[in-house]
C-alpha cells in the first residue's frame, strides 16, 4: 500500500504549527512542507521541506503527480494570492483534494477609524502630504510607497527591502509578535499619525491595530485579495478532520 503524501503549502506561523500536528496525527504519513523562499530565516516545522516555486499551476499540477500527493493543504499568507490560485488550478486539473487554513480577517470595533482599501497603490495615494505613517506591509510591499517623499515613514519589516527607501526614512527590522505598550510606545515616540497595514489577521500582528485605537489613530486597511473558492477553515482541527477523510485515514 503507498503512503500517503500531505503537501504543506506553508509560509506562516499556522503552517509551521499546523506541520507538527500533521506529524502527530498521521505517523506514517509522509508531510512535505513547501516555502517560497521569501524570507532567508525559514522557521523549522519539524517535516522535510522544499523551498522555492514550482513553475505557476502547470507546474505544481505535475508535481503533485510525481510526488503521488495524496491532500494539499494551503496554509500560506492571506496576501500570498498566487500561489493560492495556482494550487486551486492545481487540485482541479488533478483531482487532489485541497483545504485551506485561513486566518479570520480583522474586523474594525468601537474606536476604530479605519479606511478600507483595495490595493497597496490605493493606500499610497489616500496618505495625506506630510503623514508620518507606520508601515506594516512586507518588504516585497514597500516599493508602492517610496514614490511619497513627501511622508515621513517607519518602515517596520522582517528583511530589508530590495527597494531603496527615502534617505528621511526609518527601516525597523523586527519579527512579531508585539505587545500593544510596545506599539503604543513606538507611535508616540515616532509620532505616527497613519497606521498602514494589510489584512492579514490573526492574534499575534493584531496588537497595531490595538495601540491605533488606543491613541485614535486612522489605520489605512488593504483588503484582502480575492481567491477562488476552496474548501476554508479557520481551525485547524477541523482542518485536520477534513484530511483525515478524504485520505480515509
Known amino acids: 500500500m503507498a503512503t500517503d ?41 519539524g517535516v522535510p521541506v522544499r523551498v522555492g516555486g514550482f513553475g505557476g499551476a502547470e507546474g505544481l499540477a ?7 500527493v495524496s491532500v494539499m493543504i494551503d496554509a500560506t499568507h492571506p496576501f500570498a494570492a498566487q500561489i493560492s490560485r495556482n494550487a486551486v488550478a492545481a487540485a482541479a486539473s488533478t483531482g487532489i483534494p485541497l483545504f485551506r487554513l485561513e486566518r479570520q480577517e480583522w474586523a474594525p470595533v468601537d474606536g476604530d477609524n479605519w479606511k478600507t482599501v483595495a490595493s497597496l497603490e490605493n493606500a499610497a495615494a489616500v496618505l495625506p502630504s506630510d503623514a508620518r505613517a507606520f508601515l506594516a506591509i512586507g518588504r516585497k510591499d514597500i516599493a508602492c510607497f517610496t514614490q511619497r517623499t513627501d511622508l515621513h515613514a517607519v518602515a517596520r519589516m522582517i528583511e530589508p527591502p530590495e527597494a531603496k527607501l527615502p534617505d528621511h526614512w526609518e527601516l525597523i527590522l523586527s519579527r512579531p509578535p508585539k505587545t500593544v505598550d510596545e506599539e503604543i510606545a513606538l507611535f508616540r515616540d515616532r509620532q505616527i499619525t497613519h497606521v498602514v497595514t494589510k489584512n492579514s489577521g490573526g492574534k499575534r500582528s493584531s496588537a497595531k491595530i490595538r495601540a491605533a485605537r488606543h491613541l485614535g489613530l486612522p489605520v489605512v486597511m488593504v483588503r484582502r485579495p480575492d ?8 481551525a485547524p482541527p477541523d482542518l485536520l478532520l477534513a484530511v483525515r477523510r478524504a485520505m480515509a485515514f
Do not use: M, N, Q
Open 5 to 45: 503524501h500531505i503537501l504543506l503549502l506553508a509560509g506562516t506561523r499556522e503552517a509551521r504549527l499546523l506541520a507538527g500536528d500533521l506529524a502527530k496525527s498521521f505517523p506514517t504519513a509522509r508531510i512535505t512542507a513547501s516555502y517560497a523562499g521569501a524570507v532567508s530565516d525559514l522557521s523549522d516545522p
Open 62 to 68: 505535475a508535481y503533485l503527480a510525481a510526488e503521488t
Open 227 to 234: 481567491l477562488p473558492e476552496a474548501a476554508t477553515f479557520s
